[in-house]
Structure formats: structure tokens, C-alpha cells
């Protein structure tokens, strides 16, 4: 299976809103409402932030909002704090191998 | 609180074995399908194996089949991962992680396992 495509980094200004792109196929994100977000700070584990496109777990943030358009989800990060500074993976439910992929990986920088 | 804890890693020679181990605490690890997810140095996430509940179904990324095997003792609250025939490009650190039919929610702080060439 083949990892979901984002860019390699993301930077903006404290305040500023900030989107990230996580491009599938038809077979993972175009097909599934099963897309989920990870934060990751060097050398932690990763923390969910947001799953099935668009819900947030309890404690997230609300400045963390997803949303999907056909093949490509998008994680927008607004009011861009320092804190927010880390890498930011997508994920999806792949049909093929009827579990999940991972993205490419995002580095944010504040 | 639900805790995962991973250990066995360390350094191996190309070639050989290594057990990881992980302890699930402040959940009830039967109820949950498991996943072992592996991130090498310097670079994103891998999916490696995931195991049903009851241990009745496995799932490996191709490129640990017939390698790495995956396996649960619900009583003792521990999930493993067997790791034979090591590469240098399974150099990585493995996370212990909850659920693999829903995005793994909780997941461990991970242990680095070294394959030396």
C-alpha cells in the first residue's frame, strides 16, 4: 500500500491559520469518512487529534478543525500558537488491505 | 488512565531476532484490536501488524511477512511482536498502539530497535 501524499512542511505566524493537504486515492480517503489526524512532537508518540474527517477527541483543541473533498482531506490549524510547532501525520482506512495508511508526514513551524 | 508500555528493543546484528513486548494498563486489552506501528529515523509512520481481540486474525505490511509475527496474551495484558530474520531497514522505533479497525487512540512511547549491517 502506498503512503497518502502531504507536503513536507507547513510555516506561519502566530495567530495565522494554517491548512494541510493529504492526498488519497479512491481506494483510502475518497471512499471513507475514516480520516484521522496525529500530532507529534520529536520524540513522543503521536496523539489523534482529530478522526473520522472532522470529529475531535475530548481535550483537542476546537483551533484543530478536518475536512475532506474527494480524494484530498485537509487539517487546518487557525490561531497558530508556538505549542502548535511538531509534525502532523494524516490517516486513513485503505480498502484494499482493509486497514489504515498513513500520510507522508507534515512539519509545522510557528 | 490507559497506559501502553513498550520494551525488548535494542541492538542487533543483521540477521537476528528480538522480542518486543507491551503492557496495557486502564483498559481491558480483550476488547480491543491491537496494532504495532514502527517510525525509522528521521522519517513518518509505517503500519507493521495488527491482531483481533481474541488473536483469532493477524495482519502484517508486506515487507515483515513471514518475518515478524504478532501475537497476545490477554490474561497477562501484554501484546507481542517476534521479530526474526532482522534488516537494517527495520532499524525503527516500534509503537504499541490501540485498536487497527479504528485509528489507533492510544498509543505507547516506543522502543527503539537498532539492526546493525
Known amino acids: 500500500q502506498s503512503a497518502l501524499t502531504q507536503p513536507a512542511s507547513v510555516s506561519g505566524s502566530p495567530g495565522q491559520s494554517i491548512t494541510i493537504s493529504c492526498d488519497g486515492t479512491?481506494?483510502?480517503?475518497?471512499?471513507?469518512?475514516?480520516v484521522s489526524w496525529y500530532q507529534q512532537y520529536p520524540g513522543k508518540a503521536p496523539k489523534i487529534i482529530i478522526y473520522?474527517?472532522?470529529k475531535r477527541p475530548s481535550g483537542v483543541s476546537n483551533r484543530f478543525s478536518g475536512s475532506k473533498s474527494g480524494n484530498t482531506a485537509s487539517l487546518t490549524i487557525s490561531g497558530l500558537q508556538a505549542e502548535d510547532e511538531g509534525d502532523y501525520y494524516c490517516?486513513?482506512?485503505?480498502?484494499?488491505?482493509?486497514?489504515?495508511?498513513f500520510g507522508t508526514g507534515t512539519k509545522v513551524t510557528v | 488512565e490507559v497506559q501502553l508500555v513498550e520494551s525488548g528493543g535494542g541492538l542487533v546484528q543483521s540477521g537476528g531476532s528480538l522480542r518486543l513486548s507491551c503492557t496495557a494498563s486502564?483498559?481491558?486489552?480483550?476488547?480491543?484490536?491491537m496494532t504495532w506501528v514502527r517510525q525509522a529515523p528521521g522519517k513518518g509512520l509505517e503500519w507493521v501488524a495488527s491482531?483481533?481481540?481474541?488473536?483469532?486474525?493477524?495482519y502484517y505490511v508486506g515487507s515483515v511477512k513471514g518475518r515478524f509475527t504478532i501475537s497476545r496474551d490477554n490474561a497477562k495484558n501484554s501484546l507481542y511482536l517476534q521479530m526474526n530474520s532482522l534488516r537494517a531497514e527495520d532499524t525503527a522505533v516500534y509503537y504499541c498502539?490501540?485498536?487497527?479497525?479504528?485509528?489507533?487512540?492510544?498509543w505507547g512511547q516506543g522502543t527503539l530497535v537498532t539492526v546493525s549491517s
Open positions: 498502539a490501540r485498536g487497527a479497525t479504528a485509528p489507533p487512540d492510544y
Open positions: 473520522e474527517v472532522s
Open positions: 486502564g483498559f481491558t486489552l480483550s476488547a480491543y484490536w
Open positions: 491482531i483481533k481481540e481474541d488473536g483469532s486474525e493477524t
Open positions: 490517516c486513513s482506512y485503505e480498502g484494499s488491505i482493509s486497514f489504515y495508511v
Open positions: 479512491s481506494s483510502d480517503v475518497g471512499n471513507y469518512n475514516l
